[in-house]
């Protein structure tokens, strides 16, 4: 059984910065993309920023030059640097990861997701 356990977020002023850090745990052989989704009331969950375990990292246009996300694989971590928040960030953040469990099976997993507001 494979585990996200997110830590972080809460609530800000707008300007502000908070810091996401997400755990992978469990029956772990590989995990390919790591990163982080929100969703905000009313709307569809978005891609936030992804990092692939070739090292490569994207970012959703509306976070870019804000956000800041690293991996660690040895350590099965992954984090988001949120600087300069906007309210327009306000969302429930999710960790997400494709994990390969056993060979040739992969499976998406998602983090129970934790809440950042920002205020204007």
């Known amino acids: 059984q494979v585990q996200l356990v997110e830590s972080g977020g809460g609530l800000v002023q707008a300007g ?3 810091r996401l850090s ?3 745990s469990g029956r772990i052989l590989r995990i390919n ?13 978005e891609l936030v920023a992804v990092f692939t375990n070739s090292g490569s990292t994207n970012y ?3 976070v870019k030059g804000r956000f800041t996300g690293s991996r660690d694989n040895a350590k099965n971590t992954v984090s988001l640097q949120m600087n300069s928040l906007k309210p327009e960030d306000t ?5 997400n990861a494709v994990i390969m ?20």
């Open 91 to 95: 969302a429930v953040y999710y960790c």
């Open 16 to 18: 502000g910065s908070l």
């Open 60 to 62: 959703a246009d509306s």
């Open 101 to 120: 469990t056993d060979f040739g099976v992969f499976t998406t997993y998602w983090g129970q997701g934790t809440q950042v507001t920002v205020s204007s």
């Open 33 to 45: 993309a790591m990163g982080w989704y929100r969703q905000a009331p009313g709307k569809q969950r």
């Open 22 to 24: 997400c755990v992978a």
